[in-house]
Every structure is written in C-alpha cells, then in structure tokens.
C-alpha cells in the first residue's frame, strides 16, 4: 500500500499533468523544453517584471477576465467571433495564446520574432465587416492597442490580487513598459508604458465598449457553459467569479447581462476568496510549471 505521501504525491503529478496539458496543448512539454533551454539573448532577462506576472499562477485569471473584457469592443469581438473559431476549438485557441505569451516572455529573441511573425500573418488575412456594416482589419492598430489594453489591465490586476509577489508601484510601471514591446511588435501604436498612460488609455476607449449579441455568446460560452468535465466545473466556478469580480464595474455589469451565469451573483469578498483558492491550488498542482523553468538566460 503506498505511503499517504505517496499517494498525495502522485494526485499533485496527475492534477498538475491535466492543468498543464489543457493549458499547453499535447505539444507543451516540448515546446516548454524549447523556450525555457535554447540557449542565446531573450526580449526579458530574469529580474524583468513581465517575467513574474506571465509566471503567475494569476494569470489564469486575468487571461479569463481579459478574454471579457476584450469582447465588450465591437469591432474587436465582431473579428473574434467570425474568425477565431474559439467555439469550435477553444482549447487549441489557448494553446497557441499561452504559447505565444511563453515564447515571447521566456523565449530566444528568433524565437520571439518568429512567433511575432505568424501572427502578423495571420492578422494580415483577417477583414471583415461587423453586423453594422462596419469594416475592420485585425492588423488595425487601433484595435491592437484594446487588445493589449485589456490583457494589460487584467493581467495585472490578477497578479496584484493574486499573485505570490505582488508589484510595487516602480514594478508595475516596469511591467507595462516590458509588455509594450510586445505590443509593438505586434503593430499597437505606442502602446502604454506605465499605469498612468494605460489608465488614459482605457478611458479613451470606453465610449466605444459596449455588449453586443456576439459578447453575450461569448459570456454565456466562458461563464456559464465551458466545454469542461464535471469535476473541473466548481474550481472554473471560482475561476470565473474572481475573473468577473476583477472587471470595473461597468464592465462587470455588461459582461454579465443576460450570460446566466451565477458569477454576477458572487460577493466581491466571497469572489476574491475563491480566487485565491483557486491560484493557490494552481500552485501546488504545477510545482515545477513551465514558466518557473531554470531562467538562466541573458536578455537580449
């Protein structure tokens, strides 16, 4: 009979093991053991603050949070909808965007370019028309600049709620300022360097946000139905209640109209309380997880 140990051992490899394959996709452990042990310069070294948040078992819920946030855009969720196929294939939607973040974040420079490359071709393919008649362009630098926005908001956010470390004010501003090369490389038009300039910026994007058809699809698919087995459904629960509570206010009430969800119905005390639940159990499942790799590389 094994030791109790043992036993709690091997539910910390299995647990780890199934939140690291949805997360990472079947390809994860190689495309970790390429990112984090390919030797030569990264965008970030070690000590850089994008490193510590993108690291963060919070990022699973500022990355749910800005994945609502982002949707309240118009135009931004009108491009989502007809081209991204995250209904028919979610899960491969947060592979190559958790890849992506680990690439650019832990990854070699080339490493780094290439990844910026792909998706600057995929963006340059994408036109279309919202149900308005409005005509949008995915490398439009305007809606560039919301996305990363809204990611930078939510991430950050999380990583100060829930993150093992939170940041100082200095290291907050640092964070924005590693992640606006992203940004920029991407084709976002100055995008914001520190917490003033991305407050102003999500002001001058609020009179254009708004919920539509398409962003209630969006809520009801992540919050209330996600394509997820049973025993997953009350640790998500938690997930999504801390992902909503992180919202404005505004914003939490837009997303939330109409989704049925029960995450509009949680406490903000009870929905940080189940966050920290919830990152805390992400932690002990994945002790050795990709982004606390050996970091031993130089910046570039």
């Not at 990264?42 to 963060?56: A, E, K, L």
């Not at 949070?65 to 118009?74: D, E, T, V």
């Not at 940041?167 to 640092?174: E, F, M, S, T, V």
């Not at 992540?222 to 049973?230: A, C, K, T, Y």
Request: glycine fraction near 8%; charge should be positive.
């Amino acid at each position: 009979m094994a030791s109790p140990t043992t036993a709690v051992r091997r539910i910390r490899r299995q647990a780890g093991e199934a939140v690291f394959l949805r997360v990472a996709g079947p390809h994860g452990a190689r495309n970790r053991e390429r990112i984090h042990l390919t030797p030569g310069p990264r965008w970030f070294g070690p000590d850089r603050p994008v490193r510590q948040v993108h690291g963060d078992a919070s990022m699973f819920v500022g990355g749910l949070a800005a994945l609502l946030l982002q949707s309240l855009h118009p135009v931004a969720m009108a491009a989502v909808a007809a081209h991204s196929g995250y209904r028919g294939d979610p899960w491969g939607r947060l592979h190559r965007t958790s890849t992506f973040l680990a690439v650019t974040t832990f990854g070699t420079s080339a490493d780094a370019e290439a990844a910026v490359a792909r998706v600057r071709a995929v963006h340059a393919r994408v036109r279309g028309r919202t149900a308005d008649g409005v005509p949008y362009r995915a490398d439009d630098p305007e809606l560039l600049g919301w996305v990363h926005a809204a990611e930078a908001v939510c991430f950050l956010r999380a990583h100060q709620l829930y993150g093992r470390h939170p940041l100082d004010p200095a290291g907050c501003d640092a964070y924005l300022a590693d992640t606006a090369r992203v940004a920029r490389a991407l084709g976002a038009e100055r995008p914001p360097q520190d917490v003033r300039e991305l407050a102003l910026r999500m002001a001058r994007y609020r009179p254009a946000l708004r919920p539509t058809a398409a962003s209630r699809d969006t809520a009801r698919f992540l919050l209330s139905d996600p394509p997820l087995p049973g025993a997953a459904r009350l640790p998500y629960a938690l997930l999504a209640a801390a992902a909503v509570d992180l919202l404005p206010s505004w914003a939490r009430t837009a997303v939330t109209a109409g989704s049925g969800s029960a995450a509009e119905l949680v406490p903000g005390p009870a929905a940080r309380a189940g966050g920290r639940v919830v990152t805390r159990a992400i932690r002990w499942a994945l002790p050795a997880a990709p982004w606390r790799a050996a970091q031993h590389s130089s910046s570039g």
